[in-house]
């Protein structure tokens, strides 16, 4: 898959995407990863990106031009185009499983107090917020977006099971986990999971996360 950041702050994504995970899955192959400046598509002296809105009102808005010309030096047949912002639908794990789908993504990473809006109704394909808190700016949304995403790619995570066993996959959070020592300050780990029969383990944890589900996250078995 490729995925293009476009962004006012891409150090803020830089960093996250080139550790771990993320690292290995661009060496690999799995993620072709590009992130640009969106500066980099401005045609004044001062690269400005951004302007008063009609109407008045506090802040500034993001200017339409360099983010169509961004997108479309960078669209490549199929694009999905994608603008992070709090007004957008709410991302989760089936969309996570759904984007991963796609081949190519440009993800464009709102500012200030918003895009001109013929960029919503012209040039993206789906507004995305990570949830409902408002943050700086959209490129720590978009590193979220990303890692979410890239983890669901094929040859990604070693053990194809991981992401599987995933909370949220089947609609409830997964049970809790254990290693050694078995014993710990005095806090020993449940006996089933040390006892081997696996009939039971899974039971167990079937019941675990029925039980942390409902405490921590009701609305879950309620939809
Ligand atoms: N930009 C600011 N807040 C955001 C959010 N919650 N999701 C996506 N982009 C954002």
């Known amino acids: 898959m490729r995925i293009d950041v476009i962004t006012l702050f891409p150090e803020i994504c830089r960093a996250p995407l080139?550790?771990?995970?993320?690292?290995?899955?661009?060496?690999?192959?799995?993620?072709?990863?590009?992130?640009?400046?969106?500066?980099?598509?401005?045609?004044?002296?001062?690269h400005i990106v951004d302007d008063a809105p009609f109407g008045g009102g506090?802040?500034?808005?993001?200017?339409?031009?360099?983010?169509?010309?961004?997108?479309?030096?960078?669209?490549a047949g199929e694009s999905r185009v994608v603008l992070m912002t709090p007004q957008g639908r709410r991302f989760d794990q089936h969309a996570a499983q759904r984007f991963s789908r796609d081949g190519h993504?440009?993800?464009?990473?709102?500012?200030?107090?918003?895009v001109d809006h013929r960029v919503v109704e012209n040039l993206v394909d789906e507004e995305i917020s990570i949830g409902d808190y408002v943050l700086t700016n959209?490129?720590?949304a978009?590193?979220?977006?990303?890692?979410?995403?890239?983890r669901l790619l094929p040859g990604v995570l070693g053990d194809v099971r991981s992401a599987a066993d995933d909370s949220f996959v089947e609609?409830?959070?997964?049970?809790?986990?254990?290693t050694r020592p078995a014993e710990f300050r005095g806090w020993k780990v449940p006996d089933v999971l040390l006892g081997g029969n696996h009939a039971e383990i899974a039971r167990w944890r079937r019941e675990q996360a029925l039980a942390r589900t409902?405490?921590?996250?009701?609305?879950?078995?309620?939809?």
């Open 142 to 150: 978009a590193v979220v977006f990303v890692d979410a995403i890239t």
């Open 214 to 223: 409902e405490k921590n996250r009701p609305d879950l078995l309620r939809d």
């Open 105 to 114: 993504l440009i993800i464009i990473c709102g500012h200030y107090e918003g």
């Open 58 to 75: 506090p802040g500034m808005v993001m200017k339409p031009e360099p983010i169509f010309a961004a997108v479309d030096s960078l669209r």
């Open 18 to 46: 080139n550790e771990s995970m993320m690292k290995r899955a661009q060496q690999s192959g799995a993620l072709e990863l590009h992130i640009h400046n969106l500066r980099d598509w401005t045609n004044d002296r001062h």
């Open 171 to 178: 609609g409830l959070l997964e049970a809790p986990q254990y």
């Open 138 to 140: 959209g490129a720590i």
